[in-house]
C-alpha cells in the first residue's frame, strides 16, 4: 500500500481568506497526481491531473503545484467562498502498476460567511 | 452525457445474503474501478479491472468479488456481506489506466449489513 498523507485533516477558513494544504506521497516510481472535490452526497469532481515535475495548474480560484522529487503537491484556494466547502482528496498512481491509485483521507474545508 | 451508474444507491440487508451492486459507465472506457470510502480512511480501492476479462485486486479485496464480461459493467459481488462491509462504495472509469487522464466516479452506493 502507497503511503499518501494529506495535511491538515480539517481546516476553517473565514470567507475571502486564502488558504492551501498539502498531499505528500513517496517519489519513487512516480506516474501522476489527482485532486478531487468531493462534496457530501456527491460524486469526487475531479481537478487536476499531474504528470511532470514542477507542473502547476488552475481552475478558476483554485491551483495547484508538484514536486515529484520531494514528494508533494500543494492545493491552494485564493478568496474562498462557502462554495468551496468540501473535502479535497489526492490519489496516487505510479509507473509499476498501473491500475492501482492510492488516494490520501482527505482535507476537509470549511469555509465560513 | 458521460455518466457512471450505480445501483442501488441505497441498501440495508442482512447477514450473510448475498447481494450485487452493478455499475455501468457510457463512455467505452478501459478501465474500471472499486472504491469503499470509510471515515477517516479516505477511498481504498477494492478491485480494478484494465479491461474486459482482466481483472485483480485492489488494496481491500476481502469479502468482495468482480466480473467484468462487457466494456461497460462492472458490477461488485458480495457473497456473504458481513457487517463490516457496511460502507459507503463507488465505482470509478478511466480512459486507459496508464495515462494521466481523469477517474470518473458515480454517484455512490450506501451499503449497510445488519
Redesign the interface.
Known sequence: ?LNVE?SPQSLHVQEGDSTNFTCSFPSSNF??L?W?RWETA???E?LF???LNGDEKKKGRISATLNTKEGYSYLYIKGSQPEDSATY?C?L?ITDS?????????TQVVVTP | EAQVTQNPRYLITVTGKKLTVTCSQNMNHEYMSWYRQDPGLGLRQIYYSMNVEVTDKGDVPEGYKVSRKEKRNFPLILESPSPNQTSLYFCASKEFANSGNTIYFGEGSWLTVV
Open positions: 500500500i494529506q506516474y501522476a489527482h478531487y456527491k460524486s469526487p475531479a491531473v499531474m504528470t482528496l490519489a498512481s498501473w491500475g492501482k491509485f492510492q488516494f490520501g483521507a482527505g
